[in-house]
């Protein structure tokens, strides 16, 4: 496999799968990191993203993560950048290190508005269009952006949200993930609507295979994700038992997949979290599925 270009890989009518991990908060945690993104590699995905701290503190491991994934073991990735809690300078000096390593593909976010920023800042881009142009200006590279099938959460009007989505998108990016959802008929209802909107780009439904319930019950209230009876059934009989709920998780989330092949998607992007074994028991479930 060689580093290309998500755009071109998107082209074909196979089934695509791509995986994500996330750099450690400290460089201590940096070996470890490694390890799990060699073994999701193993896997052969069609890329790894890696996501990208909210506060830029992390970029340096995102662009080193990034680099070994393309340059080490031949495997496209794709590295997030965020711009709210940067300079200008700053974001800059990172897309002039993803370009020096070769790196092809940028998820342009915006990042989380950090409690105490005053925001706008006038030296900070203030949405992801903006961070968008920037890169466009910057280089030849493939752009991704984020899209919320459920509207993202400081957007009052799902209108709005996607009024805002094609802004974007008409910038010049070249694919959406979305953000999790557990419940595919919201992703089939949103799709309906942004392509009535004339946006006709790529879109990779993001899949997240619970396998902590505990620890996502935040995360999944932050994001104002809408639950299921058929998953809040499982999150309470195995809630507590970390192994039955992984089990549970992973079923789920195929599941998903599979639903969303069968209806024609043909790629999609598992939030696999730094967990090798949860990436290797969803590709090994769709063996006949995805041809890698
Ligand atoms: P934007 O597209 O800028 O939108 C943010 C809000 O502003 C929306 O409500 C939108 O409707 C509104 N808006 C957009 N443009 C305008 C405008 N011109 N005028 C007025 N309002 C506007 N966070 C991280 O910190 N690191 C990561 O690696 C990361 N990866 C992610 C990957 C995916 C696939 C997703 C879905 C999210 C990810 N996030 C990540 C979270 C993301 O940074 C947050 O959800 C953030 O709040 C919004 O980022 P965005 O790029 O979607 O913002």
Known sequence: MI???????????????????????????????????????ALKPSFISVTYGAGGGTSKNTVSIASHISNELGVTSLAHLTCVSSTKEEVQKVIGELKEQGIEN?????????????????????????????????????????CYPEGHVESEHKKEDIEHLKDKVDRGVD????????????????LYRIREKG??????????????????KRTLELSGTALPQRFVAILDRFGDDPKAMQQAGIAYATDQIIDLIANGVNHIHVYSMNKPEVAGAIMSNLSEIVKV
């Open 3 to 41: 580093n290309l270009k998500i755009r071109e890989i998107l082209k074909d009518n196979r089934v695509h799968i791509s995986f994500e991990v996330f750099p450690p908060k400290t460089d201590a945690g940096f070996e470890s990191v490694l390890s799990a993104t060699d073994r999701i590699a």
């Open 106 to 146: 940028i998820l342009a976010l915006r990042g989380d508005r950090p409690a105490k920023l005053t925001f706008p800042h006038p030296n900070q881009y203030h949405y992801a269009g903006e961070l968008i142009e920037e890169i466009k200006k910057e280089g030849d590279f493939c752009i991704g952006a984020a």
């Open 175 to 190: 694919f959406l993930t979305t953000q999790m959802f557990f419940d595919n008929h919201i992703l089939y209802n949103f």
């Open 199 to 216: 946006i006709t780009i790529p879109v990779l439904p993001g899949i997240m295979p619970i396998t902590n319930a505990k620890q996502m």
